[in-house]
């Protein structure tokens, strides 16, 4: 893919079709969560992972459009629609799902659905949750990053992904040289998968709503007690 593919630019599209955690009982050589460090740190490709089936579609389309090469990241197992069909995706640009005044979330992926639901399930405890669609990793919208990120004065990322390299990475590393706010990554650690149902893979690894919500929770009262 480097040599071939990213370095002549060529206009070649590649879909990670059982990117991430939940790919059933295929177990651990069927798990992939580093594709979008891998991807993000290769000249030339921009690297797409939609959350729901509406945005799949709609960034499908971009990346055909696109001259050059796209990496599209697209899970196995079906996830809740969080778009209607009045959303529009645009490479390189990041959506607020949900505003908020309290802490500043960042999710990726099918993981900003989960995080969606968990900022519902938060709002009833009176943390009001700044919720930010990064669906493009490269190029990152770096202004829509600092603008959210000066909303709360307080930044997590979350994704179903390794934290090194992915979107906890990338915004990190905008926030660093442009707007230093406290900032935790959440997603999964420098581990491998292992097989299980999807569920308890979650669970285990601290992405389901209820452990999303818990990780969102304990940021938000460490710096706001």
Known sequence: IRVLIAQPKLNVKIVGGYAGLLAGMTGKTHLIFDDLAIMRAMANMVVIAPADAVEARLAILAAAA????????????ASPVLFDDAYRFEIGKATVVRPGKDVTVFGTGTQTVRAFQAAETLATEGIDVHLVHVPTLK????????????????VLTTEE???IGGLGGAVAEALGENYPVPLR?????DIFGESGPDQALLEKYGLSVAKTAEAIRAFVRTHRP
């Open 185 to 189: 990554r959440h997603g999964l650690a």
């Open 161 to 163: 992904h390794t934290v």
């Open 66 to 77: 696109y001259d050059g090469p796209v990496y599209l990241r697209l899970t196995r197992e």
């Open 139 to 154: 190029p990152l919208d770096e202004e829509s990053i600092v603008a959210a990120a000066k909303a709360t004065g307080l």
